[in-house]
């Protein structure tokens, strides 16, 4: 990392934030109201408009506060390329160290799926053994996967939308709001809005074009917003722990995957609550352990780094 040079107010860097969520959502809107594009004919087709919209938001937010961080000169992109995260090194801490930490989560969600596949088996009408009951649960779910890889709204899901929004609410944002002198448990806690509030778009969505009556649009996204502000936390310390985006990024894909975590099941009779209160104590035991900076970094001593790792 490189030591900051550049000093703007935190007003400056907030405004900048604001802009930044701003364009993310009023883009997506651009080939219709702006470019005059015709309505799309296919989900395929709307959605490949959004996939192009993401990227170029993104591509404008890296831009704009690159420059205003003061490392404009693409002719040191290694340096642009650190102050945002995306890193080389520590690759596979990157990744296994906040899945790992994730999944704790999800331990209820993996024990009901457990319980689910044993009541399969037992319950087998043709006695199948249990070695070739799992050979079906395994070609099932390859067949699932050969599915939703030419499933267009897996890869928003699964591939656009983490990639993207980790871009501009984590990498492009963050160092804004430390640089404009917030500290980091405030932006933690702080970020995370913009998050959110880029996400209102659904509400207009449900309400004015799948005519959903107020209060249900309302409280799908407000259900929504609550789960993102709750992520948005997550990510960020993520972020900030560890300087390289990749760890928002797999955390993101993975929560897409496996939905809100499972709290109880009756089938379970009270082991998927256990699993998953044990799961969540693990999960805040382990929560500064597993994304300590020296883990993701080759240098924490002294640091002289734009985030303060360090200083946590």
């Given at each position: 990392?490189?030591?900051?040079?550049?000093?703007?107010?935190?007003?400056?860097?907030?405004?900048?934030?604001?802009?930044?969520?701003?364009?993310?959502?009023?883009?997506?809107?651009?080939?219709?109201?702006?470019?005059?594009?015709?309505?799309?004919?296919?989900?395929?087709?709307?959605?490949?408009?959004?996939?192009?919209?993401?990227?170029?938001?993104?591509?404008?937010?890296?831009?704009?506060?690159?420059?205003?961080?003061?490392?404009?000169?693409?002719?040191?992109?290694?340096?642009?390329?650190?102050?945002y995260g995306i890193r080389s090194d520590h690759a596979w801490q990157a990744v296994?160290?906040?899945?790992?930490?994730?999944?704790?989560?999800?331990?209820?969600?993996?024990?009901?799926?457990?319980?689910?596949?044993?009541?399969?088996?037992?319950?087998?009408?043709?006695?199948?053994?249990?070695?070739?009951?799992?050979?079906?649960?395994?070609?099932?779910?390859?067949?699932?996967?050969?599915?939703?890889?030419?499933?267009?709204?897996?890869?928003?899901?699964?591939?656009?939308?983490?990639?993207?929004?980790?871009?501009?609410?984590?990498?492009?944002?963050?160092?804004?709001?430390?640089?404009?002198?917030?500290?980091?448990?405030?932006?933690?806690?702080?970020?995370?809005?913009?998050?959110?509030?880029?996400?209102?778009?659904?509400?207009?969505?449900?309400?004015?074009?799948?005519?959903?009556?107020?209060?249900?649009?309302?409280?799908?996204?407000?259900?929504?917003?609550?789960?993102?502000?709750?992520?948005?936390?997550?990510?960020?310390?993520?972020?900030?722990?560890?300087?390289?985006?990749?760890?928002?990024?797999?955390?993101?894909?993975?929560c897409n995957m496996m939905g809100l975590p499972v709290f109880s099941s009756a089938?379970?009779?009270?082991?998927?609550?256990?699993?998953?209160a044990v799961g969540v104590v693990g999960f805040f035991k382990l929560l500064f352990?597993?994304?300590?900076?020296?883990?993701?970094?080759?240098?924490?001593?002294?640091?002289?780094?734009?985030?303060?790792?360090?200083?946590?």
């Amino acid at each position: 990392m490189m030591a900051a040079s550049w000093s703007f107010s935190g007003i400056t860097a907030v405004a900048a934030c604001a802009a930044m969520a701003v364009l993310y959502v009023a883009i997506l809107y651009s080939p219709t109201l702006l470019l005059r594009l015709p309505p799309p004919t296919s989900i395929e087709s709307f959605m490949l408009r959004r996939f192009a919209c993401a990227v170029v938001s993104s591509l404008i937010s890296l831009v704009f506060s690159s420059f205003l961080l003061g490392v404009g000169d693409f002719k040191e992109l290694p340096v642009i390329l650190n102050v945002y995260g995306i890193r080389s090194d520590h690759a596979w801490q990157a990744v296994a160290f906040p899945l790992l930490l994730t999944g704790l989560l999800y331990t209820g969600s993996f024990v009901s799926r457990v319980l689910l596949f044993i009541h399969a088996w037992k319950g087998s009408r043709d006695g199948l053994s249990f070695g070739a009951c799992l050979c079906g649960i395994v070609e099932r779910c390859i067949h699932g996967a050969r599915s939703s890889a030419s499933d267009v709204l897996n890869w928003r899901n699964y591939v656009v939308a983490p990639i993207t929004e980790e871009l501009v609410f984590r990498a492009c944002m963050i160092p804004l709001l430390l640089c404009g002198g917030l500290t980091a448990y405030s932006i933690t806690f702080f970020s995370p809005i913009f998050f959110s509030l880029a996400h209102l778009n659904h509400f207009l969505e449900l309400y004015y074009q799948q005519r959903y009556n107020f209060w249900k649009a309302f409280l799908i996204v407000g259900n929504q917003l609550g789960y993102t502000i709750i992520f948005g936390w997550y990510a960020s310390f993520l972020f900030i722990r560890t300087g390289n985006v990749v760890a928002p990024i797999v955390a993101h894909i993975f929560c897409n995957m496996m939905g809100l975590p499972v709290f109880s099941s009756a089938r379970g009779k009270g082991i998927v609550a256990f699993s998953f209160a044990v799961g969540v104590v693990g999960f805040f035991k382990l929560l500064f352990p597993a994304t300590r900076p020296d883990l993701f970094n080759d240098k924490t001593d002294d640091c002289s780094c734009w985030h303060g790792y360090c200083n946590w």
